[in-house]
């Protein structure tokens, strides 16, 4: 009773519709997306700062928190100053990098720039750090926060899209972050160690290096690895410039 | 909405609400006719997310089992499944960007499970049994009765292994702090309850409370 030819008709038709009203509502939510995306980076780097920000007031407190955005090349120079709402060296805004990207580029041996992030806090000033990984089923990210010294972890928060729910996905948890709180990136011979998330919990590390660890996340152990390795490949970054301000 | 008058029945009438309420227990999508167990064991490790699948797969299917039933007279037999299916991801999608735009910290935690909800056969089941020879308003209510039908059964598969599993009720922690092990207490959460096996047990539990309660459930052999 249906003919060949209304069939594919039927089908063109059909596929041509659902291809409209999903293009209108893409393009129509792209800008609230991209708002909800925007505010979540932010709320990541307040949270660093130990600032909890809200929806709406991200952007204020942004504003007032963060006092200087650095970009940083490979070599540890700044190629970009951004302060007070406005460009005062360089062409980059860090806001605006794209570190994934940036963490290409990097793997590629090619130059590339990354973003630090300077505010004020009651306990003196603090250098903000994104971080960007690749956890067990796809990206872990976060933003880490050094005091002063540039080795001592003043804040930390950690964030994932498809880990395991209970397990790898825990990372996303305060108290995780919470750990990271007074320990140091450099060793006591001003040497980079990074943080090391210790499957077993750090009681099993060494005394000395125990400042330098944290406990792994029991049954997500992968996902603790590359926390691991994306605080290692996204903090040595900062070493060359962290050395030239000592 | 010309097509209820026709009918002449009330919106509610019995026959119309034993559509909303059967599906919650003699004819569970879950228990019964054991479909859509994959997400079942997929979203449960926690409640939230549960909870937020279960209203997501809700507007899916009253909305998709609407498309599909004022539709029904228009598609082809052959490619029934493919326009089924076309419906079902393209609501999926929906869904998927209006949480982005408006739901955002559910969204991130639900990114994966929200694409899961095409591949659940739940929906093409009912698409395929119940729209496409039904009225819209019928086939509405048939598709808002299943999902409840799929949503409770998540809900207290999640509730009892967030509880056992992680001591916590929507990411609240009800177990004191001081039972606990590490702090010297003697209670230590269930590793087990979050991977997904342990889903599978708990929904074997509810399947064996239903028929202990429903003997006509129980199959003769």
Redesign the interface.
């Given at each position: 009773m249906f003919t060949n030819r209304y069939i594919f008709i039927y089908s063109s038709v059909m596929v041509i519709i659902v291809a409209a009203i999903l293009s209108t509502a893409a393009m129509v939510l792209k800008p609230y997306q991209e708002r909800n995306i925007a505010i979540a980076k932010i709320q990541g780097v307040l949270l660093a700062a130990d600032i909890k920000a809200n929806t709406e007031n991200a952007e204020t407190l942004f504003d007032q928190v963060i006092l200087e955005e650095l970009v940083i090349d490979q070599d540890g120079k700044v190629t970009g100053r951004f302060s007070k709402g406005q460009l005062t060296d360089g062409n980059d805004r860090a806001f605006d990098l794209n570190l994934k990207k940036e963490l290409y580029n990097k793997r590629q041996e090619n130059p590339y720039k990354v973003p630090l992030y300077m505010a004020e806090t009651d306990s003196g000033k603090i250098f903000i750090i994104p971080l960007l990984g690749k956890g067990l089923w796809g990206p872990i990210y976060g933003n880490i926060s050094l005091k002063a010294d540039m080795s001592t972890i003043y804040g930390a928060e950690f964030g994932n899209d498809k880990e395991t729910p209970g397990l790898g996905a825990e990372i996303s948890d305060r108290g995780f972050a919470l750990q990271f709180l007074g320990k140091t990136i450099f060793n006591e011979q001003g040497q980079f160690v990074s943080i090391t998330v210790k499957k077993g919990g750090v009681g099993t590390m060494p005394a000395d290096a125990r400042i330098h660890g944290v406990d792994a996340i029991s049954g997500g152990t992968i996902t603790s690895d590359a926390v691991t390795k994306m605080l290692e490949n996204c903090l040595e970054n900062y070493v060359a410039y962290f050395k030239s301000q000592q | 909405m010309s097509t209820e008058k026709t009918e002449r029945e009330p919106l509610f009438s019995p026959k119309y609400r034993k559509l909303l309420t059967t599906p919650l227990g003699r004819e569970n999508p879950i228990t019964v006719q054991v479909l859509g167990i994959c997400s079942a064991l997929a979203?449960t490790?926690?409640l939230e997310?549960a909870f937020v699948m279960a209203i997501s797969v809700m507007a899916v299917m009253g909305i998709g089992n609407v498309v599909i039933a004022a539709l029904r007279n228009?598609?082809?037999?052959?490619?029934r499944i493919?326009?089924q299916l076309?419906v079902i991801a393209?609501l999926v999608?929906?869904v998927d960007?209006?949480l982005?735009?408006?739901a955002?910290d559910v969204s991130?935690?639900l990114?994966?499970f929200v694409g899961l909800i095409i591949t659940n056969c739940i929906i093409m089941g009912r698409f395929e049994a119940f729209a496409m020879a039904n009225k819209v308003w019928p086939s509405f209510l048939d598709g808002i009765g299943n999902a409840w039908g799929y949503g409770w059964i998540l809900i207290v598969v999640a509730f009892f292994r967030e509880l056992l599993?992680?001591g916590t009720i929507w990411g609240y922690a009800v177990i004191p702090s001081s039972w606990y092990i590490d702090n010297g207490g003697f209670y230590s959460n269930n590793?087990m309850m979050?991977?997904p096996p342990m889903a599978l047990i708990t929904v074997g539990v509810i399947i064996w409370v239903q028929r202990k309660k429903d003997t006509e459930l129980i199959e003769e052999n």
């Open positions: - | 979203v490790a926690k997310p228009t598609i082809p037999p052959r490619i493919i326009v076309v393209a999608i929906l960007q209006v982005k735009a408006f955002y991130k935690q990114s994966v599993g992680s590793g979050i991977l």
